[in-house]
């Protein structure tokens, strides 16, 4: 099957919410017809946009360093989207799709003038634009986009925090639960029950009470940043990162629903003054229906924990997930719907990143 028709079913309008917050996704290259744009070009200034990124992403860096540390930005981002590609799409279609790196030496400024020639020259002596120069354009404007998503992740103070605070948080909601009476059980790969200081006993499928994630670090253990997650979350929501919450998550597991309501009924007694949680939601079958059914279920909500930094408490947003024991089995059966949910996702995504007015005319010349 054609790839336009499998790729490209949604409507365009997400597109175009996505492509004004994210300017230099946008098709139509705005960011190459903008007067601020076209002046700099016409008049070879070379602090454009180099000037701009060093305040905003590397303050202090000489010209070549803004360059080079932007290069490794953008590769790092763009990495993260072949690896996408590789893993949703079909092998056939990973190589027309697959987004090169920025060979080095890098310089913004010629990057924006060559983006802007090619632009200029689609056009020439034709009334569609060229496809090649047209991608041409759009590989530098993603790469300046995904290089400055990358830069900003990497700077976010919710970012920054979380990895400073992640084992202190997880102190702190320890010492809140006061686990106890560790026991061993064997329940759908559960290994160990605990007692709480809420009533309700969790369950857990290691040695720890309950498990925590970090956003932005592989969980591998490698300590490499993991931007694919935030990229995606960022482009299906149209958030920037400092808007995201849930960089730390930690997620329990209790018997039913009486035991997770009382768990629930525990946080809002113990950390919020008013009773009212940030971003409640109840994701469980009761409350989406039986359309939802084949998915588990999870009440969350974000829990801004205090963690001490130089005599100040500092309080860090975290994801808490609670889920009952047969939501636990339930996603356990569903390990295989869960990747087909991930590769939804993704496809909502990638309209954003790969424009049909770009792809469709190679796409068509390919085949």
Known sequence: MNPIETLYSATENPMREAW?????????????????????????DRSFPLNSFRFTLFPDESNEGVNERFQ????????????????YLKPEDWDLFRIPELLPPFDLSDAVHT???????????????DPQKTLHAYNI?????????????????????????????????????????KKPVELNGLMFEWDTQAGSSVYSYDDYPFHARLKYLDE?????????????????????PEEITDYIGAEFIVKDDDARDNLIGYFRKETRPLG?????????????????????????FVLRVPVKHSEKYERVPVEVQILTQWDHQARMDTEASHYEYKRRQFLRVFPILFPRQIYEPLVREHS
């Open 72 to 87: 490794q930005a953008a590769n790092r981002g763009i990495q993260a989207i072949n690896q996408l590609c590789r893993e």
């Open 276 to 300: 009212i949680f940030e971003r409640f939601r109840d994701a469980t079958r009761k409350s989406l229906g039986e359309a939802s059914s084949h998915q588990y279920g999870v009440k969350k």
């Open 115 to 129: 983006a802007f020639k090619e632009r200029e020259e689609s056009f020439t002596g034709r009334s569609d634009p």
């Open 141 to 181: 404007m993603r790469a300046l986009e995904l290089g400055y998503r990358v830069g900003m992740i990497d700077a976010c103070p919710y970012v920054l925090s979380s990895v400073r605070s992640f084992d202190e948080v997880k102190k702190r909601l320890a010492g809140l639960l006061g686990f106890q009476d």
């Open 20 to 44: 004004k917050k994210f300017l230099f996704l946008d098709p139509s290259l705005q960011f190459l017809r903008r007067n601020t744009t076209k002046t700099a070009v016409r008049h070879g």
């Open 220 to 240: 591998s253990g490698s300590d490499k940043p993991k931007y694919s997650s935030i990229l995606m979350k960022m482009f299906l929501q149209l958030e920037y």
